[in-house]
Every structure is written in structure tokens, then in C-alpha cells.
């Protein structure tokens, strides 16, 4: 079963917008990952956060974690085309060791 | 640094067949994965590594799906006899996380581009 659920499921905004993506996950976790994926290629990560960590920020993006809500939220600012592509949050929940478990993903269109 | 390497990229076979993905890891990680994701959805761990030893395999279909990690690198995921319902993309990512003292347990998973499966 999938630990994280993403939403919205789909995304499209215009270039130099901002894009928000929500995941929603339901056991306590060690941290917290999100992940790029471009159509037809492997995941790249992107950023992590740990279940101490409030906010963190990395160039252009931006993610929070609210772990008494057991949430997070993935900021994209100044979007271009070339963010189009799917995201995903992953999850390693504290009972089961290791374990990193992804949602189904939000797939952001940046239009030019 | 040479990243996951997979292979084949595509593979087109007959329901029934038999079909082995093969994966070689970034150096020195210790773990090892298999996911697969389906059109549309996110990957689906199907099985971890630790060194050469099973940490999870709960989602593995063992009826058809088998998996080998020998020495500790290299891993080959095995499907025999493949339905339709398997096709998919066979994801392989690799991880320092070992639990070793020293190591910096990260987290992050570096992925391989990816083997495609379509079942016929």
C-alpha cells in the first residue's frame, strides 16, 4: 500500500507562476523526500526533510512538513517549462525500518 | 561517479514468458531496490536489499517474482511466467543508508533509468 498521497493528482500553470504540491501520509516517518520524475526516466531526488525539520529550501523550492498533520507541502517557484514533470513524496516510516514508500504523484505542466 | 546502471531499457514479451531485469548499483551503497510502477502511479517497492540480505519483501508476487542480490552489488529481478498485468516500468535504486558507523544514513535513493516491460 502507498504510504504518501499527493494532491492534486494534476497541475498547469504558467511559466514563472508558482506550483504547490500537497502529500498527506499516515504513519509516523523519519523523513520526508520529494522526488522528480520526467516522462519515460528514472526518479531524481530533489530534497529532504527531516520529521525535526519545520521548513527547508533549495534554489527555487521550498518544503514544509507538519508532522502533527502528517503533511507536507512542495513549493516550486518562478516555474519554467522545464519543471514540467511528475513529483513525488516519499516516506520512511519509523516501524518497518527503511522502508521508502512513494505516493502516486502530482503531475505539474508548466506552460510557456 | 557512474550512476544505477539497468538493462535492458525495453523489453516486449508474451504473456507466460520469462523475462530477467538486470541492475548494477552506484559503488558502495549498501541497499538496493526493485519498484515497479504501472502507467500513471507511483513506484511500488517490491523488494529491499541490505548488502546481499532481504530487508522487505512483502510486496513481491513470489509466485512469479524472484529476486538476487549476489555478493552484495549486482541484483537480478526475475518474472516467470509474466502476465499482462505486469507491465510496467522495473525501477532499481540504490542507497548508502547501511546503519554503519560513519556512514551518513541520507536517505536519498539514486534510481536507474528504468527497464519497460510491455506483456503481450
Known amino acids: 500500500s502507498q504510504q504518501g498521497e499527493e494532491d492534486p493528482q494534476a497541475l498547469s500553470i504558467q511559466e514563472g507562476g508558482n506550483a504547490t504540491m500537497n502529500c498527506s501520509y499516515k504513519?509516523?516517518?523519519?523523513?520526508l523526500q520529494w522526488y522528480r520524475q520526467n516522462s519515460g526516466r528514472g526518479l531524481v531526488h530533489l530534497i529532504l526533510?527531516?520529521?525535526?525539520?519545520r521548513e527547508k529550501h533549495s534554489g527555487r523550492l521550498r518544503v514544509t512538513l507538519d508532522t502533527s498533520k502528517k503533511s507536507s507541502s512542495l513549493l516550486i517557484t518562478a516555474s519554467r517549462a522545464a519543471d514540467t514533470a511528475s513529483y513525488f513524496c516519499a516516506t520512511d516510516a519509523i516501524v518497518g525500518g527503511f522502508k521508502t514508500i512513494f505516493g502516486a504523484g502530482t503531475r505539474l505542466f508548466v506552460k510557456a | 561517479e557512474a550512476g544505477v546502471a539497468q538493462s535492458p531499457r525495453y523489453k516486449i514479451i508474451e504473456k507466460r514468458q520469462s523475462v530477467a531485469f538486470w541492475c548494477n548499483p552506484i559503488?558502495?551503497?549498501?541497499?538496493l531496490y526493485w519498484y515497479q510502477q504501472i502507467l500513471g502511479q507511483g513506484p511500488k517497492l517490491l523488494i529491499q536489499f541490505q548488502n546481499n540480505g532481504v530487508v522487505d519483501d512483502s510486496q513481491l508476487p513470489k509466485d512469479r517474482f524472484s529476486a538476487e542480490r549476489l555478493k552484495g552489488v549486482d541484483s537480478t529481478l526475475k518474472i516467470q511466467p509474466a502476465k499482462l498485468e505486469d507491465s510496467a516500468v522495473y525501477l532499481c535504486?540504490?542507497?548508502?543508508?547501511?546503519?554503519?558507523?560513519?556512514?551518513?544514513?541520507?536517505?536519498?535513493?539514486?534510481f536507474g533509468e528504468g527497464s519497460r516491460l510491455t506483456v503481450l
Open positions: 504513519t509516523s516517518i523519519n523523513n
Open positions: 535504486a540504490s542507497s548508502l543508508r547501511a546503519g554503519l558507523a560513519g556512514v551518513t544514513n541520507t536517505g536519498e535513493l539514486f
Open positions: 526533510i527531516r520529521s525535526n525539520e
Open positions: 559503488s558502495g551503497h549498501a541497499t
